[in-house]
């Protein structure tokens, strides 16, 4: 069962919420994991496709998009609309909601802002993992974290 963790950052704002995921996606991938990053529409995949190579001086993941002639060896995928074909241990959910084939994850990361329409949306994703029986983790930081 995947093993479920929300993330509350004390700042508001997508980008505050993008550039936790991109984040939480290089401590994944420095512990050599697959990570698929969910989101909600193609702009927003490609927003943060370009934020990861930008977010911070010195990082490098290597990451894709999830249509561009997929490689299985890219150990970052970012998507929406489509179940990754090959990922499967880390879960980033940049999306506003639960992305139905979550459950094949072992990890799922929900990023949560102070914005009140996004710690709404957050909430009714807690009530879903929790009606279904996961074990969820809350952690309440700051970005600087």
Not at 34 to 52: C, F, M, R, V
Not at 81 to 105: K, Q
Not at 124 to 130: C, D, S, T
Request: aromatic share 10%; charged share 25%.
């Amino acid at each position: 069962m995947a093993r479920i963790d929300f993330y509350v950052l004390s700042q508001s704002g997508e980008q505050a919420r993008q550039l936790f995921a991109c984040r939480l996606a290089e401590k994944a991938y420095s512990m050599n994991h697959t990570i698929y990053i969910h989101t909600d529409s193609s702009e927003q995949a490609q927003h943060l496709d370009n934020l990861l190579w930008t977010f911070r001086d010195g990082s490098f993941i290597p990451h894709q998009l999830h249509n561009e002639q997929q490689s299985e060896t890219c150990p970052v995928i970012i998507g929406h609309n489509h179940e990754p074909e090959t990922h499967s241990e880390v879960l980033i959910n940049a999306g506003n909601d639960v992305p139905m084939f979550f459950s094949r994850f072992e990890r799922v990361a929900e990023v949560v802002t102070q914005d009140e329409q996004q710690r709404s949306q957050a909430r009714e994703r807690f009530k879903f993992y929790r009606k279904r029986g996961y074990e969820l983790e809350t952690h309440n930081l700051s970005i600087e974290e």
